[in-house]
C-alpha cells in the first residue's frame, strides 16, 4: 500500500481516468459525484475514515464512471488493483463481502433515483441533512451538528436540487426554528420536525453503517 496525503477540495481521480486500484479513506472525508452537465454535478455518496473508494472498477478494467475529491485534508492508501485482487483469492471472505456492498448499493442507487424524481425539494434537503447527521454528525450544546461544513453547492449536488433551491429551504429551515445556520456550519435544532420533513426512506451516505 501507498500512502496518499490529500489537501482539501483536491481531486483523488477524475471521470474517464485508467483505474489502477482503490483506496482506503485513513483520515478526512472524501466525496463520490459524477458530472450530471457542464458545471453541474450529483453527489452519490460520501466517504469517511475505514471505506474503500474505487472498488467497482476492480474486476473489469474499465475507467472510473465517477470522481473523487476531498472534503477536508484526507490520508489515504492506495492499493494497486492485482495486489488487492490477490489477496480476495486468498481470502474469498473478503470477496463475498464486497459482493454484498456492491448489491446494498445497486438498491440504494435505484431508490435514490426515485427519490429524485418523486420527491419534493424541501423533502431531499431534509434528507440530506438527516442523513449527515447519521454518518458524521455529533451532539453539542448549540444542536445536533451535521458534522460536515458543506458549501450550498454540495449539499444542492447531494440532494438533487439546484443552489437557489438549497439555499431557500435552509432559510425557510432556519425561520421555522428546525436549523441553525452559521456560514458553512448547520445545526439540526429540532430533529423531530425535520424526520417528518425528510420521510423515511432507503438511501445512505456511507457504506459502513452497519
Known sequence: MRTTEVPAGETVFREGMPAFGLYIVCQGKVKVAKHTRPSHSQILKLLGPGEILGEKTLF???TYTCYAKTLEPSRLMFIPKEDFLA????????????VEMLSREVKVFGDKLVEITSRSAKERVARALVELYQAFGKETVQGLDIGVELPRTELAEMAG???????????DLKERGIISLDGPRILILKMDN?????????????????
Do not use: C, Q, W
Request: hydrophobic share 40%.
Open 60 to 62: 473489469d478494467r474499465e
Open 87 to 98: 489477496f480476495v483469492r486468498k481470502y474469498p471472505d473478503v470477496g463475498l463481502r464486497l
Open 161 to 171: 436540487v439546484s443552489t437557489e433551491t438549497a439555499i431557500r429551504v435552509l432559510s
Open 194 to 210: 425535520m424526520t417528518n420533513l425528510a420521510h423515511p426512506f432507503r438511501t445512505f451516505l456511507r457504506e459502513n453503517l452497519a
